[in-house]
């Protein structure tokens, strides 16, 4: 049994290593964005907007400060008193199966740590996670909509904390005069 704990524990410390030398990696984004704007104005400041649903949820206050630096980078400012454009925020996270995994075959031939040859074992399912962020701009006083964009991925990446940041930024890309149609935006995720 000792021998088994000394195998996990030198397994654990390999893959703590292993994970921190994997800091970086390339999420791709699905990415589509329409346009009303020209060019921004010399102050473009800008303010959160709530749909009545947001308004109540906790975590859309940390989504707004997920997406603040990716609007930041596009050039707009956040100034709650003066704003130009209001800025409307929304995320969907959903764990799925992995197209990787077999859905028909949840057992499967393989030796584990401590057994001494192959036996019959539960796989372990990979992670999976298909995400969704949408940025809507509307011109104020009017609300009218000038620009609105949607990045898509689907990938194993646990940490949404990482992800959806990356994706804020993929929406903007462009900003505010975005490629017309689909395309895919590529963010590195991670130390820059």
Do not use: H
């Not at 703590?16 to 020209?38: H, K, M």
């Not at 473009?44 to 206050?61: G, V």
């Not at 940025?135 to 689907?154: H, Y």
């Not at 930024?169 to 963010?187: C, H, K, S, T």
């Amino acid at each position: 049994m000792k021998r088994l704990w000394m195998r996990l524990a030198g397994m654990a410390i390999v893959c703590a290593w292993l994970s921190g030398c994997a800091s970086t990696y390339i999420l791709d984004n699905n990415v589509q964005s329409f346009s009303g704007l020209q060019a921004l104005p010399a102050t473009p400041s800008y303010r959160f907007e709530r749909l009545p649903s947001q308004a109540a949820l906790p975590a859309q206050t940390q989504l707004e400060a997920m997406a603040d630096p990716a609007l930041f980078r596009a050039g707009l400012r956040r100034d709650d008193a003066a704003a130009k454009y209001s800025v409307q925020v929304a995320a969907r996270v959903q764990r799925v199966l992995s197209p990787w995994s077999d859905p028909w075959d949840g057992w499967g031939w393989g030796g584990g740590f401590g057994f001494s040859g192959p036996g019959l074992m539960p796989r372990m399912e990979q992670p999976w996670f298909q995400r969704e962020v949408s940025v809507i701009v509307r011109e104020l006083p009017g609300n009218r909509v000038v620009f609105e964009s949607r990045a898509a991925n689907d990938g194993p990446w646990w940490d949404s904390n990482a992800v959806l940041p990356a994706m804020f930024e993929a929406a903007l890309q462009g900003f505010p005069n975005a490629p017309p149609g689909p395309r895919r935006v590529n963010i590195q995720v991670g130390a820059r």
